[in-house]
C-alpha cells in the first residue's frame, strides 16, 4: 500500500473558547500549533519531550503536557492556554498571586505553573490522590506537601519554588471564597 | 554625559532620606503581569504572523573528528527544505563572555553532537526531520574525555575570570612547620545551567541591516559576537532580548543558534526562526566544569589557622582560557599568611566550560566550607566558634581593608533564629523514625564588582519618566529596581515610571552577570536621576541639596511646584554613566552571609531530605526586599542541587553528555524543597556603589551545599568528599544502631 504522503491536514481547534481553523503538518504539537501558527506563545517550549511542565494547557479540565500530544488529537476538545486564564487587566486569582508572592522570576515556567496550579486544584477539588496523600481513599486537604507533590511535574530553574507554593494557598483560599 | 567615578565612598543620598518610600519595598515585579498572562514575549516569540522560516540543528554524534564531507542532497530534496547551512562559520558552542570572538567549528567536530549544520525549512516539522537526512562523513580524530590520568598536562591560564595563581609567603615551608596539618581533596561534578527557556533566536535582514531577537545577557558584547559570527560590521546589527527565561550565566556569550539563524536567514531570504531543543542546550551551548580540589591547612594546635592552599583543577576545551575558578573566595575568606590559590586547566574535548552562577564559589566553597566543619570537629571547637576564631581583620591577601564584612553577625542571627544550640553535639546520634537528623553550618561570600554601566532617563513634558537602557533583566527583578531607583530618586509614583531595556539601540550598559547588573545599572540610573533634579534646581534657582521631591512635584522652601510646571511642555533627556573606581582597589567588597540547615538522612535507603534552610546575608542596600529574597531562594534551591542531586555526567570512552536532558540531569523540582528562610540584614556599603548595594543574585548559592553536606555528617558520621551526596555514597556506610539508647 502506498503511504499517504500528504502531511497537511485541515483541523478545528477549540481554544480559549475561540474556534480556530488550521491547515497544517499533521506531526505539529498542540504546543507548536499555538506557539507557531495561532501567535499564542503563551505556553512556552522548555523540553519538548513532557520533561518540564513549561507547556502545560488544560484540555477538558485536565492538565497535560502540549508538547507531547499532537494538535489533530484535538479536534472537539476544549482547550485553555495561560491566554484564556487571565490578561494583564483582568487577572485569574492564581496570576494575582503569582504576582505578589513573586512567584516567578525569568517567567519562562510561570504559565506553565499558573495552568497547572489552575488543573491541580482540580484534581484535588474532585478528590484525587497523590503520593503525599496519607490516605488514598480519603480525597485530599491541600497542605503545602500536597501542593509540592503535586507541582513538581513544573520545573522552575529559578527556583521560586517557596513562593509558587504560597502563591497556590492565597490563590486557593481566595478562588474559594469566590465560589 | 553625566559621569560618576567611584573613587570615594558615597554620602547620604536620597535613597537613604527616601522621600518617595519605594526604594527597598518589596513592590511587585514591573512586568508581573505580563509575565504571569504569557504576554511577555521572549527570544523566539518574535515576528508573530510574519512569514518566517524555522531553523533545526544538525548535530556530531561523534567525539572528536574531522567533516571529510556533508551529503544535504538528501535533506534539500525534501519539499519544504529552503535551504541546509554548513561550513566554516557554523558555531559549535556558545561564545565566551571574556571577548568577541565566537568558536566556528571550521571543518571540525570539537565534542560530541556539537552543531555541524543548519536545516531551514517552511515548518519545523520539516526542517527536524530533513536534519535527519543531513549525511555527514567524518575522519575520527584522538579525543581525551576526562581529566583522569591528564592532570599533569593543566595549563595555568592567563585568559580566566581571575589570576590562575595567587600566593603569599611560602606555603610549603609554613605547611610543613605548621603544628597542625588538614589535607583533603574533593570533588565536584560538571553542572549546567538549565535554564528553562532554551536558547533562542529569530534573525531578519533588511539588506545588510541585521536584527536578531535572542536570549542574551551582555548585549552590548553579544552584538559584537553576533557580528563577528556573521562576518558583518558589529554597526549593522541590532540586538534585542527584552525578556530572558533564565541565563544563570548560560546566555553570557551567545549561543550558537543567534549566528545560525542569521546564516539561515540571509540564505533563504527571510527571517529565520531556532529555538535550541532541550539536547542541543546541554551539548552544544557551555557548563561548568567539573573541579578536583585540594584544600591544605595548616593551624596551631589551638585552632588558628596560619596558612591556607587551596588548588583545583578543572576542565576546558583545547585553546580556552576560562576555568571555574574555586578559590575565588579563598583569596580574601580565610586567614593565614602564607597562601596558595592556584587553578590548572586540563584540555579535554568535551562542550566547552564557562562561567555557571557564581563561578568558583559556587564549586568552592563546597569544598572550603566543609573542610572547615571537618577541622573544626579535630580541634573539637563548635564550627561558628572556629569561625570567630579564625575571622580576618582584613583582606589576608592584599592588606587592603573590607569595605564592609558582616560574616559574624550573619552567624550569629543565624544561629538564634535556626536554633544552632539545639545541634547534635555528636554525630548520628539523633534518630527520629526511621530518619537520622543533624544541623550543618556554613559561611556564604561573593565578590562584588562594579561595571561600567550608562542609562538614559527621558522626562516628558507631562512629568513622566522613562528609563532606558540596553541591560537585561534575566529574572533578577531588574526592570523593578531601576524603576525603584528612578521613582525614589525623582520623587514620582511608581505608575509613572516606565522601564526599557534589552536593546542594543538603547544606552550601553554592563548587562546581566556576576551580581553586578543591579548595581552597575542601578547607578547609572541613580547619576542620570541627579542629573536631572540637579537641572530642576538650576531651573528653579535653587541648591538642588535644598530641593525635595515627592510625588511629581518639587519642594523647595515653601513652594510647591509641578514637575509639568518646570519642564516647560519639553522633554528633559538626559544620560548617566557610573564607572568603577580607586574603591574598587582600595578596598575589598563581597557580599557575606551564613546558611544553616537541617537535613533528614533515611536510615535504610540513604536518601537525603533537606528539612530547613536559613540563609542570612548581608549585601548593602536592598533594593527590592521581594526580588532580592527570591534571588536568594534560588541560590539556596542550586545549592540543594548542587549538594544532592546534580551531576553532568560525560562517557570517558566517548564524551557524550549522557544525561543531556531534564529527565536525566536532576534538577530540584516542587518536592526537593522545603519552606525556605532568608533574612538579609540592614546594611549599606558605601564603598560599592552609589546606591552602597552590593550583589545579591549569587551569593545564596555559596557555601549553601556544604551547609547541606555537613548536617549530612551531623546526622550520619560520613563525610562525603566527592559531590554529589547521593545514596549509594551514604548507603555502605550508614550507622546501624543510632539512637538505639536514647
Ligand atoms: S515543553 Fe512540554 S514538558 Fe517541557
Ligand atoms: S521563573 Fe524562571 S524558570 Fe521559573
Not at chain 2, 253 to 278: H, S
Not at chain 2, 446 to 470: F, P, Q, Y
Request: aromatic share 6%; net charge negative.
Amino acid at each position: 500500500m502506498k503511504r499517504n504522503r500528504r502531511a497537511k491536514r485541515s483541523m478545528k481547534l477549540k481554544i480559549n473558547g475561540v474556534e480556530h481553523e488550521l491547515d497544517i503538518d499533521m506531526r505539529t504539537s498542540l504546543l507548536d500549533a499555538c506557539r507557531d501558527h495561532l501567535g499564542l506563545t503563551g505556553s512556552k517550549k522548555g523540553c519538548d519531550h513532557g520533561q518540564c511542565g513549561a507547556c502545560t494547557m488544560l484540555v477538558n479540565g485536565r492538565r497535560i503536557n502540549s508538547c507531547l500530544t499532537l494538535a489533530v488529537m484535538h479536534e472537539g476538545d476544549e482547550i485553555t492556554t495561560i491566554e484564556g486564564i487571565g490578561e494583564p487587566g483582568n487577572l485569574h486569582p492564581m496570576q494575582e498571586a503569582f504576582l505578589h508572592h513573586d512567584g516567578f522570576q525569568c517567567g519562562y515556567c510561570t504559565p506553565g505553573q499558573i495552568v497547572s496550579a489552575v488543573g491541580m486544584l482540580g484534581e484535588v477539588a474532585d478528590g484525587w490522590p497523590s503520593h503525599a496523600s496519607a490516605d488514598v481513599k480519603a480525597g485530599a486537604a491541600l497542605s503545602g506537601d500536597e501542593i509540592r507533590e503535586r507541582m513538581s511535574g513544573n520545573l522552575c530553574r529559578c527556583s521560586a519554588y517557596p513562593n509558587i507554593v504560597d502563591a497556590i494557598e492565597t490563590a486557593s483560599a481566595k478562588m474559594k471564597e469566590n465560589a | 554625559m553625566n559621569k560618576h567615578v567611584m573613587n570615594e565612598a558615597i554620602g547620604e543620598t536620597r535613597l537613604d532620606r527616601g522621600t518617595q518610600g519605594v526604594i527597598g519595598q518589596g513592590v511587585d515585579r514591573y512586568e508581573g503581569k505580563l509575565k504571569v498572562s504569557g504576554k511577555a514575549p521572549y527570544a523566539y516569540e518574535h515576528l508573530i504572523g510574519e512569514k518566517v522560516a524555522y531553523g533545526f540543528v544538525v548535530p556530531g554524534p561523534i567525539g572528536r573528528a574531522r567533516v571529510k564531507s556533508i551529503d544535504t542532497a538528501k535533506a534539500r530534496a525534501m519539499p519544504g527544505v529552503l535551504a541546509v547551512v554548513t561550513g566554516d562559520a557554523i558555531m559549535h558552542s556558545s561564545a565566551q563572555p571574556m571577548g568577541p570572538d565566537v568558536p566556528a567549528m571550521k571543518g571540525e567536530i570539537f565534542h560530541y553532537n556539537q552543531p555541524v549544520a543548519l536545516v531551514v525549512a517552511e515548518t519545523f516539522e520539516t526542517a527536524r526531520h530533513a536534519s535527519h537526512l543531513v549525511e555527514v562523513d567524518y575522519e575520527p580524530l584522538e579525543g581525551h574525555y576526562e581529566m583522569e590520568g591528564r592532570r599533569e598536562t593543566g595549563r595555568a591560564s592567563d585568559g580566566g575570570p581571575m589570576a590562575a595563581d595567587t600566593k603569599r609567603g611560602d606555603f610549603e615551608k609554613a605547611f610543613a612547620a605548621s603544628e597542625v596539618q588538614f589535607d583533603r581533596t574533593y570533588t565536584t561534578p560538571s553542572y549546567h545551567a538549565a535554564a528553562m527557556e532554551p536558547h533562542a533566536s529569530v534573525a531578519k535582514w533588511d539588506g545588510d541591516q541585521l536584527t536578531v531577537w535572542s536570549s542574551c545577557q551582555l548585549l552590548d558584547l553579544n552584538v559584537k559576537q553576533i557580528a563577528n559570527g556573521v562576518g558583518v560590521d558589529a554597526s549593522k546589527v541590532r540586538l534585542l532580548s527584552p525578556y530572558i527565561g533564565g541565563g544563570f550565566g548560560s546566555k553570557l556569550g551567545i549561543g550558537p543558534d543567534a549566528v545560525l539563524a542569521a546564516l539561515g536567514a540571509r540564505e533563504v531570504g527571510r527571517p529565520v526562526k531556532l529555538a535550541l531543543t532541550r539536547q542541543n542546550v546541554f551539548q552544544a551551548t557551555s557548563r561548568r566544569g567539573e573541579t578536583i580540589q585540594r584544600v591544605r591547612i595548616g593551624a596551631t594546635k589551638d585552632g588558628r589557622i596560619t596558612c591556607f592552599a587551596h588548588e583545583t583543577d578543572t576542565p576546558n576545551a583545547e585553546g580556552e582560557g576560562f576555568f571555574e575558578p574555586s578559590g575565588i573566595s579563598t583569596v580574601f575568606l580565610y586567614p593565614g599568611d602564607d597562601r596558595l590559590v592556584t587553578h590548572r586547566v586540563v584540555t579535554t574535548d568535551v562542550l566547552t566550560t564557562s562561567a555557571v552562577r557564581a563561578p568558583g564559589e559556587a564549586t568552592g566553597m563546597l569544598a572550603t566550607e566543609s573542610a572547615l566543619d571537618e577541622l573544626a570537629e579535630q580541634f573539637g571547637i563548635d564550627p561558628i566558634a572556629f569561625r570567630k576564631l579564625n575571622e580576618p581583620e582584613k583582606d589576608p591577601q592584599e592588606d587592603v581593608p573590607f569595605s564592609s564584612r558582616r560574616l559574624l553577625e550573619c552567624i550569629d542571627e543565624g544561629a538564634r533564629r535556626f536554633g544552632w544550640a539545639d545541634r547534635p553535639s555528636k554525630p548520628a546520634t539523633r534518630r527520629e523514625g526511621e530518619w537520622l537528623v543533624g544541623y550543618g553550618m556554613a559561611s556564604a561570600s561573593r565578590a562584588n564588582s562594579l561595571m561600567a554601566s550608562s542609562a538614559e532617563i527621558e522626562m516628558s513634558a507631562d512629568g513622566r519618566a522613562t528609563v532606558k537602557t540596553s541591560m537585561t533583566d534575566i529574572g533578577t527583578g531588574t526592570y523593578t529596581i531601576l524603576q525603584q531607583i528612578a521613582a525614589e530618586m525623582l520623587g514620582l509614583p511608581l505608575d509613572r515610571v516606565d522601564v526599557l531595556l534589552g536593546d542594543t539601540s538603547l544606552p550601553a550598559s554592563s548587562g546581566s552577570g556576576g551580581s553586578w547588573g543591579a548595581n552597575s545599572a542601578g547607578s547609572s540610573v541613580f547619576v542620570a536621576a541627579e542629573a536631572i533634579v540637579e537641572e530642576f534646581a538650576r531651573r528653579l534657582d535653587v541648591d538642588a541639596s535644598t530641593l525635595t521631591l515627592k510625588d511629581g512635584h518639587a519642594i523647595a522652601g515653601n513652594r510647591q511646584i509641578p514637575f509639568s510646571e518646570i519642564l516647560k511642555r519639553e522633554t528633559l533627556t538626559v544620560t548617566g554613566k557610573i564607572e568603577p573606581g580607586d574603591t574598587s582597589d582600595n578596598t575589598n567588597q563581597a557580599s557575606y552571609g551564613a546558611h544553616f540547615a537541617e537535613v533528614a538522612v533515611n536510615v535504610t535507603t540513604g536518601e537525603t531530605r533537606v528539612r530547613r534552610l536559613l540563609t542570612v546575608g548581608t549585601a548593602g542596600r536592598i533594593l527590592n526586599m521581594k526580588t532580592a529574597t527570591s534571588q536568594c531562594y534560588g541560590g539556596q534551591i542550586w545549592g540543594i542541587g548542587y549538594a544532592l542531586e546534580e551531576e553532568l555526567v560525560v562517557d570517558p570512552r566517548s564524551g557524550l553528555i549522557v544525561n543531556h536532558d531534564l529527565a536525566e540531569y536532576h534538577v530540584p523540582v516542587h518536592a526537593d524543597v522545603p519552606k525556605l528562610d532568608v533574612v538579609l540584614l540592614e546594611d549599606r556599603d558605601p564603598y560599592a556603589s552609589p546606591l552602597a548595594g552590593k550583589g545579591i543574585g549569587e551569593l545564596a548559592i555559596a557555601g549553601v551545599g556544604a551547609a547541606i553536606n555537613n548536617a549530612v555528617y551531623n546526622a550520619t558520621g560520613i563525610r562525603v568528599y566527592d559531590y554529589p551526596i547521593t545514596m549509594d555514597k551514604l548507603l555502605p556506610r550508614l550507622p546501624e544502631e543510632v539512637g538505639a539508647a536514647a
